[in-house]
């Protein structure tokens, strides 16, 4: 039986978690982060549990671990792994893992105010702001190319009723659910009434559109992931707000980025949002993201966008975690 070491900080940006593991985590084969990602999956998931589920995480726990790049010209490769699995792409971890390695001196960038990223989503390009005492005041990423993929579907809630929605990419597939007949908006509901909707709701739409949301140029990307939910603001700043249900219990504490890319991705496919516009997102718990569409792009001919998404996160702890194979929940486990 053996012992499994890992050297982990801890963060969170706006609210949500970020555990970036520092030493422990397996070499992988591959020539890009989605190659490596995959036989992470195939070999290596145990960590994630591990890791991520209770009793060393929670529903919500979120984490990373780098890697050196592949190509020479960026700065490090990037796994995301989490309650749900390892995500092709997550903005929350990227605030917070950036913000960590910096303030950590785990990355030394070659050019200051910048950063390379090798997601297995694809590059992400990164700038920052140091204060003067050497913390990162924020982190902007410049994610993978968004778009909308559907609109005006429908789906039946056991609960709410039939119920209208969009599907966008913003590197996760998200379906969203703008406030409607059925849906006054998610100020009207808690947190564990929408966890319950949004389980329902993401099985049966896989169930009812199967194979119909995969990313045209990576098709290990594939089905809604994530559901959005929208609703009042909290404050007047804030253009819009979410309440995003990922993984099997989570509702994200932050904005969102990837969801946040996706309904920038969403707007702007519906004339309500241009380029260089500001879109304030408000996460559930009122924290804030500052969204832009970049430019206008396309992806196998089809319109989409480049999006950036500008955070902040906070490093609270150091954590050497173990996972020991004699512990009956060496695992994890979820309730
Ligand atoms: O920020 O992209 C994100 C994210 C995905 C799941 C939770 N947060």
């Not at 499994?4 to 591959?30: Q, S, Y």
């Not at 792409?89 to 200051?112: F, N």
Request: with cysteine; charged share 25%.
């Amino acid at each position: 039986m053996s012992i499994h070491r890992f050297d982990c900080i801890d963060a969170h940006t706006c609210g949500n978690p970020v555990r970036l593991v520092k030493t422990g985590g397996p070499e992988l084969k591959g020539s890009n982060m989605a190659e490596k990602r995959q036989h992470f999956i195939k070999e290596y998931d145990w960590i994630r549990r591990g890791l991520m589920f209770e009793p060393r995480g929670h529903d919500m726990m979120s984490g990373s671990i780098l890697y050196p790049p592949m190509d020479s010209n960026n700065d490090i490769g990037i796994l995301f792994i989490e309650t749900s699995g390892c995500l092709p792409m997550c903005g929350h971890g990227t605030i917070g893992s950036v913000t960590i390695a910096l303030e950590e001196d785990i990355i030394t960038p070659k050019v200051p105010g910048q950063i390379r990223l090798e997601t297995p989503a694809g590059l992400v390009e990164i700038e920052y702001r140091l204060t003067e005492n050497k913390k990162v005041e924020w982190v902007k990423l410049t994610n993978v190319k968004s778009y909308l993929a559907a609109s005006e579907l429908t789906i039946a809630s056991t609960a709410l009723g039939e119920l209208e929605f969009d599907v966008a990419y913003g590197g996760n597939f998200y379906a969203i659910f703008d406030t409607q007949p059925n849906f006054s908006g998610l100020q009207d509901f808690s947190a564990s009434e929408l966890i319950r909707f949004s389980q329902e709701i993401r099985e049966k739409i896989n169930l009812k559109y199967p194979d119909r949301f995969i990313h045209p140029e990576d098709n290990t990307i594939r089905n809604v992931s994530h559901i959005m939910w929208s609703g009042d603001t909290l404050s007047q700043e804030a253009t819009a707000r979410n309440a995003v249900f990922y993984g099997d219990k989570a509702i994200d504490r932050s904005p969102c980025g990837t969801g946040t890319s996706a309904r920038m991705a969403q707007w702007h496919a519906k004339g309500r949002l241009s380029i260089g516009e500001t879109f304030v997102h408000e996460s559930f718990i009122g924290s804030k993201f500052e969204g832009r569409v970049e430019q206008e792009t396309t992806l196998l001919g089809e319109t989409a966008i480049k999006p950036s998404i500008k955070g902040w996160a906070r490093i609270y702890g150091h954590n050497t975690i173990t996972i020991d194979e004699d512990d009956p929940y060496a695992y994890g486990f979820q309730v």
